[in-house]
Structures are given as C-alpha cells and as structure tokens.
C-alpha cells in the first residue's frame, strides 16, 4: 500500500495503525490493545513488525539508505513468527537513494515471504514509477480550516484561526505552528512587504541573518514567502478573498500587491522555487539570499 498526501495530515499514524490491526490477535476492525501482539507492538518488539525512516548524517539530506533497506528486505524475506504476515513500514518512501529503491522494487515484485508492505510518502511523484504502479495508493486530503481551528481551540491555543490558515489543511503543521510560534512568519512576511525601501545594506544584513538559520528554518521561511505570493495574487484577483493563508495580514499585502503586477509576482515565485533548489545542494546560504533580495527588489527600483 502507498499512503501518499502531504505532510502532517496523519498518513504515519494510519499506517500503523493499520499495522497494529493486522497484527491483532483478535482480529477486529481496530487493534484491542490487550493481546500479546497489541503488547509487543507497543512495547515496540514485535517480532513482525519492521519500520524504517529517513535518517540525516551531518549536513547532507535525510534519506533512506542502501544499507537500511538491505535489512528491511532481509526481514522480509523471513517467514513470519508471531502472524499470519510480517509487515514493513517505510516512512518517507520519497527519501530512498535509487539504488535502494531498485532493490525494494525487486523484492516487492516477488517476495519470498507472506509481507505486506506499507511505503507512505509526502511526494508521491518522487516514488519510482515502476514502485507506483506495483502499489495500491491511498490518497490523503487536506483538512478544512474550520476542523483544524476547532481541533486548536480545544487546547487553548491563541490564534487559532490565524495558525489554522497558515496549516494550509496540515493537522500536524497547525500543531507545529502552535508550538513553534510565528515569529520566523514575520520575519519573513516583513521582510517581503520592506522590499519595495529595501537598501543594499539592509540586504546584506538580512542575508547575513537568515544564513545563520538551520535549513529546515531556512526552508519554513521560503514557504512562508510562497504563501505571502500566492495570498497576493488572491488579493489582485479578489481584495475580499477568504482563502488568504496570512488572513491576519491582508491590509499589509493589499498595500503590496498595489504596487506590484502579476508579471512581478510571477517571478518572484520562480526566484523562491531556484532559491529553495539551491538550498538542497551544497552552497552558501547567505550568498543565496542575497542574490534572491536584490532581483526581488528590481520591480521597485
């Protein structure tokens, strides 16, 4: 099975639920909790219960290496010890190296053993084809904001509406947001609605400011400044739009979009798509965004 949607919508936690399910003794519609496979299982020792996730080494991506793959299909292909089927969770499906996912591709073309294997994935085109085709896909939705701002007033979370709209139908990114707060959103927000005054003294200090962040700070403040973009091509469209992600900063992006013509804001979604490319590979941070601020800057020169 091939559990696919984007990110924080809770594909991981069906899966294993699922799996949970499977492996019950009981054999009900949901796991009961009190036999000795639902046990195992939380006590995270089942005996045919494998899962695997993309693992981060220094500063290189995260991903599912080779090696993690070999012992999963050396799992596979034993014969179950506790059930009728051995089950194998890989998480982040999208993250294998090819040569791992050439190998898994072969096992799951002719398993040795009675395995069901569970891949879940925010990128589901990122999966090889010939994986794909070879797997039953589950699709997730996005939640509607008015479920995700109910699910955050339960635990007395502040701005839950504004928090809610910028979950973009993530459950799991709302909850983060709350954690987190959104301060790097207004960072980011700020620092787009500057431009049009922005100096080259203030791009250097900023590009200097934003380097210093971590890549996955570095990434969440591209995504902002992507639904800061989208929200203004609503807002030349519509003034009176509800679907805005920033709702809390319309007057702010109204006054931007003033200024600025489709074209514009075309390509400054083209210069954040290279810029968040560039950050995948091995170059220099700061560099990047400096050059990123000052042809963002050109329309208002």
Known sequence: ?????????????????????????????????????CRTMAAGVHPDYFETAPEARGKSAAMI????????????SGAPVAGRRRIILIDGADAMNETAANRLLKTIEEPMGEVLFLLVTSAYDAILPTIRSRAVRIAFGTLPRAEIEAALRERGTENAATIAALADGSLGRAYALAAEGLQL???????????????????????????????????AWIGFLQMALRD??????????????????????????????????????????????????????????????????????
Request: charged share 30%; with cysteine.
């Open 1 to 37: 099975l091939l559990l696919s949607g984007m990110e924080g919508i809770g594909k991981r936690r069906t899966a294993r639920v699922l799996a949970r399910t499977l492996l019950c003794e009981r054999a009900g519609d949901a796991p009961c909790g009190h036999c000795d496979a």
């Open 232 to 301: 203004l091509l609503l807002l030349s469209e519509d003034g009176a739009s509800d679907a805005l992600c920033h709702i809390d900063r319309r007057t702010e992006l109204a006054a931007l979009c003033a200024k600025m013509t489709h074209a514009d804001i075309f390509a400054l979604m083209e210069e954040t798509r290279r810029l968040a490319q560039r950050f995948a590979a091995n170059v220099n941070p700061a560099l990047q965004i400096e050059a990123f601020l000052l042809r963002a800057r050109k329309p208002f020169v």
């Open 185 to 219: 959103r207004d960072e980011a927000l700020a620092l787009l609605v500057q431009l049009p005054k922005l100096r080259v003294e203030d791009i250097w200090a900023h590009a200097e400011t934003i380097g210093t962040r971590t890549h996955a700070e570095r990434t």
């Open 65 to 76: 290496r080779t090696e993690a793959v070999r012992d999963i299909l050396i799992a596979a």
